[in-house]
């Protein structure tokens, strides 16, 4: 049993996530700021923040909520590293990794989920 949110491995690698779109997303051009830029780091930010307050919370029921919004915060991650990567921003390697480490959270999302009964 975990007695702190950061010694989840799912947090952890969410975390990895949110610094390696911060990375990627820093070659983005000046007029995509408020666009591309603010979307995807803000989502994979928030795919490690939502575990937290997960983890924070006192019921099963109000942990698995913060569970999906990190797995939807994933896969709207994912879905502007794809965008991203078919406009030309993004290098096909760099955004794969990304993204597999994206649908590894999910499947441990999921199976956290299952794991809480909800």
């Known amino acids: 049993m975990y007695t702190d949110f950061t010694q989840m491995p799912v947090w952890q690698k ?65 879905s502007h590293l794809i965008y991203g990567k078919l406009v030309g921003y993004f290098a096909e390697p760099e955004s794969n990794s990304i993204i597999t480490k994206i649908e590894e959270v999910i499947h441990e999302l999921n199976k956290i989920i299952k794991s809480l009964g909800n």
């Open 14 to 78: 969410a975390m990895e996530i949110g610094v390696d779109v911060y990375k990627i997303s820093d070659s983005l051009p000046k007029k995509e700021d408020y666009a591309l830029t603010s979307q995807i780091r803000n989502a994979g930010e928030s795919i490690s923040a939502n575990i937290a307050e997960g983890f924070g919370r006192g019921g099963n029921k109000e942990k698995c909520n913060f569970y999906r919004y990190s797995r939807g915060s994933a896969s709207e991650t994912k």
